[in-house]
C-alpha cells in the first residue's frame, strides 16, 4: 500500500528544535514535489514549505518559518527532512506532508491546491 509517513513530532520548549521526517512507503521519491503543511486547532491548513522533485532546486518557505526551518531531500532514503529551528508556540500544529502525482519537474508550490496525496500528520507542540 502506498503512502507517505510523516513522523518526528513531539513536545519541545520555544527555542528548540525538532526534526520532521516524511517517508514514502511503496513508491520513490526521486521523482515527487514534497510540500509541508501544518495545521493548528480551529485555524486552516497552512503550507509551510516545499522542495521540488530530484535534486530539489527549488525550495519555498512561508514567511513565518523563513530564516527557521530548512527544508531537505535523502532519495535514496526515500525522505523529505522539516529541519524546524528556534520554535515559537505559534508552531504548534499538526503537521502533514503531501506530494503531487502529476508530473511537475522543478517545481512546488505552498498551496494545498497543487497536492493529491497526504500523510496522515505528526503533531508538534511548542510550550513551556
Known amino acids: 500500500q502506498s503512502r507517505l509517513v510523516e513522523s518526528g513530532g513531539g513536545l519541545v520548549q520555544p527555542g528548540g528544535s525538532l526534526r520532521l521526517s516524511c517517508a514514502t512507503s511503496g513508491f520513490g521519491l526521486l521523482g515527487l514535489p514534497i510540500g509541508w503543511f501544518r495545521q493548528a486547532p480551529g485555524k486552516e491548513r497552512e503550507g509551510v514549505s516545499c522542495i521540488s522533485d530530484r535534486a530539489g532546486t527549488m525550495t519555498l518557505y512561508a514567511d513565518s518559518v523563513k530564516g527557521r526551518f530548512t527544508i531537505s531531500r535523502d532519495n535514496t532514503k526515500n525522505t523529505v527532512y522539516l529541519q524546524m529551528n528556534s520554535l515559537k508556540p505559534e508552531d504548534t500544529g499538526t503537521y502533514y506532508c503531501?506530494?503531487?502525482?502529476?508530473?511537475?519537474?522543478?517545481?512546488?508550490?505552498?498551496?494545498?491546491?497543487?497536492?493529491?496525496?497526504w500523510g496522515q500528520g505528526t503533531q508538534v507542540t511548542v510550550s513551556s
Open positions: 503531501a506530494t503531487r502525482s502529476l508530473s511537475s519537474p522543478d517545481l512546488c508550490a505552498l498551496d494545498e491546491g497543487y497536492y493529491d496525496f
